[in-house]
């Protein structure tokens, strides 16, 4: 029905990451927050993660992983990212590291670790081709 009435969504799981994220001042900055939850495809994907048999974190994986590849295809294409971009694309990376160290913790469904399999591909793969060695903010995020 309305996706803001569903207890469990998207910005459930984003909250609880981001608090446990902002204690070791690797959490989003409130504008980067209103951004990413504002987005098309955050919103698409809060509105259908239940139709696939996720739970919230499985949504939000599958929502990083989303982003993580589309950042890293318009690279590929010859796209440059804003900086902006690229820093939500180390926090969802972040995010991704958050829910892989608690994911015992954490109710999942079976489904759930495949977006999670899903996420930590693309979060490897942007930390080999993407992270640069003077970007002191990418040696907190290597997996």
């Not at 989303?66 to 902006?84: C, P």
Request: charged share 25%.
């Amino acid at each position: 029905m309305f996706s803001f009435l569903k207890k469990n969504n998207l910005v459930k799981a984003l909250d609880i990451s981001q608090k446990a994220l902002s204690q070791q001042w690797l959490g989003m900055e409130e504008r980067e927050y209103t951004l990413v939850t504002n987005l098309s495809l955050f919103k698409a994907i809060n509105d259908s993660f239940n139709s696939k048999s996720l739970t919230m974190w499985g949504g939000l994986m599958w929502f990083c992983e989303e982003f993580i590849v589309r950042a890293m295809k318009s690279i590929d294409e010859g796209k440059q990212l804003t900086e902006t971009q690229y820093e939500l694309t180390n926090k969802l990376n972040a995010v991704i590291v958050f829910v892989i160290a608690n994911c015992r913790k954490l109710k999942l469904a079976d489904n759930d670790y495949l977006a999670l399999g899903a996420a930590k591909t693309a979060s490897e793969n942007w930390c080999e081709k993407y992270f640069t060695e003077d970007n002191e903010t990418n040696q907190m995020f290597r997996l």
